[in-house]
């Protein structure tokens, strides 16, 4: 492995790929397997449906990322579920880095619009997995029962191709529009998330985390149960 890549193999404090957990859960999702692609397809469907898509989950420390920390929890929103596959896959030997753009989301919900107050979503997380000698996109963001409400396609991921959100859900009304691409990163770049969403959200920004440290890590949402915007 060339000293380019082996960055992306490296386990950090939040993509702690070394945790126990992660090697575990890495296990035994690829167990039986040996080709890269087929271990990477494996890992995320793993993350992308055993995880459950959270976007009000807690966002301003690096302990709200970390890898082996989500996978407790069993939930997390872009990024953090971007962060398990990121760790699984490392302590797999893939190469494995974070992508992150800002996307417009023009189905949501009446109440998580009325939270963020806009239906543009700063620092969407991704990942790009090193496959058959290139770098290729996956988003295991959500799961395949939030999609199915949503009426949007599950995203499917073959390892050889980039899966991004669909621009059009079923019927035919747009989805997803990326915006602002702002690059790869070997780790969650947690500060430079944080101020971005302070700019695009302004002072929400702190009352989500004041209530956060006020009532915990459960404000008492559940986004699978809102009210779909069409």
């Not at 087929?38 to 890992?43: G, P, Q």
């Not at 302990?63 to 797999?92: N, P």
């Not at 058959?132 to 499917?156: D, I, M, S, Y």
């Not at 691409?181 to 004041?210: C, K, L, M, T």
Request: glycine residues 6%; aromatic residues 14%; proline residues 4%.
């Amino acid at each position: 492995m060339n000293d380019e890549l082996s960055i992306y193999l490296t386990a950090t404090s939040i993509i702690d790929s070394d945790h126990p957990e992660i090697g575990r859960f890495a296990e035994s999702v690829v167990d039986g397997l040996n080709d890269p692609v087929e271990m990477a397809v494996a890992l995320y469907y793993a993350v992308r449906d055993g995880i459950r898509y959270d976007p009000y989950c807690p966002f301003y420390r690096a302990d709200h990322y970390r890898a082996s920390s989500v996978l407790k929890s069993g939930r997390g929103y872009c990024v953090s579920k971007a962060s398990v596959l990121c760790a699984a896959a490392r302590a797999c030997g893939i190469p494995t880095r974070l992508g992150f753009a800002d996307v417009r989301n023009h189905l949501s919900t009446r109440q998580l619009r009325q939270y963020m107050g806009t239906d543009l979503f700063v620092y969407h997380g991704f990942n790009e997995l090193f496959l058959v000698g290139k770098w290729v996109k996956a988003t295991p963001a959500f799961n395949k029962e939030l999609c199915l409400r949503h009426r949007v396609l599950p995203l499917e991921f073959n390892g050889r191709e980039d899966s991004l959100f669909h621009a059009f859900n079923l019927d035919s009304l747009q989805f997803m529009e990326y915006v602002r691409y702002h690059g790869v990163f070997a780790d969650v770049p947690v500060s430079s998330i944080v101020q971005a969403w302070r700019e695009a959200y302004g002072e929400r920004v702190d009352n989500w985390i004041n209530s956060f440290e006020t009532i915990g890590a459960a404000p008492g949402r559940d986004f699978h149960e809102e009210d779909i915007l069409t």
